[in-house]
């Protein structure tokens, strides 16, 4: 039986949510479910295919769905709006309580997490020549220039996150996990240096090595380098929107 899928690029924050909660299910009804929550087609009638075509077309999609590599943008396009992260630098105590509260169940809370790390850019400065020598000058010595000195962003207010977190769901996983990964990492290396003198040397050492070990799960450099040498942002548009441009 030959059969047309549409299956997307990337699997998007909402539908990793429901991929790691079928775990309590059957393997095929497993499959069932996220052919139909990856393709065009309905579990109806998926249930109809041969146990063979099943078996093939969850292979491919699981495939994509495997190849799940967390990566770090500071800065992205969602239709048509810029958006910025924020670094603990800038935040507010507001804002790292409420991401500390959320990060304690991070895959329940993950959009929201995103609402908080990431909004609107309101000001740059990106096009102005004390960034273009300071960046160019840098990465010529194989370093770079703190790009968030040069955007601001929205402030931040709790009682639109939610709202704003349903915008953020089309995104892509990897993006999302990447950004919260990036923050824990940075999280915990200020918190170690907070501690520096109230920790022993043998936790220092055990927390040092945790940190090494999120780092080198996660491709969090490669946004930062796209955007510092070539002022490229990736940009998506939600599938509503993106309907209606067919």
Request: proline content about 4%; hydrophobic content about 40%.
């Amino acid at each position: 039986m030959e059969m047309k899928l549409t299956i997307p690029d990337f699997l998007s924050v909402k539908q990793w949510k429901v991929f790691t909660s079928l775990e309590h299910l059957s393997d095929t009804e497993k499959m069932i479910k996220m052919i139909a929550l990856l393709s065009d087609k309905e579990e109806d009638e998926v249930k109809t295919w041969s146990p063979t075509s099943l078996s093939d077309v969850y292979g491919t999609i699981l495939e994509a769905v495997t190849d799940l590599q967390p990566s770090f943008y500071p800065i992205f396009e969602l239709d048509g709006v810029k958006y910025g992260y924020t670094p603990m630098s800038r935040m507010t105590l507001g804002e790292y309580v409420d991401l500390e509260r959320l990060a304690k169940k991070s895959h329940d809370n993950i959009e929201e997490i995103m609402a908080i790390l990431y909004r609107p850019i309101t000001k740059h400065k990106f096009n102005g020549i004390k960034w273009a020598f300071k960046n160019t000058f840098k990465v010529k010595m194989g370093d770079a220039e703190n790009l968030f000195k040069y955007y601001e962003t929205e402030a931040y207010d709790s009682s639109e996150r939610e709202e704003n977190s349903k915008k953020l769901a089309v995104l892509p996983a990897s993006m999302a996990l990447g950004a919260l990964g990036f923050f824990l990492v940075v999280a915990s290396t200020s918190l170690l240096a907070t501690n520096h003198y109230s920790t022993s040397p043998t936790e220092q050492l055990k927390m040092v090595k945790e940190m090494s070990s999120q780092m080198a799960s996660m491709n969090i450099g490669d946004g930062l380098l796209q955007f510092i040498t070539s002022l490229q942002h990736p940009s998506f548009q939600s599938p509503e929107i993106a309907k209606s441009l067919n």
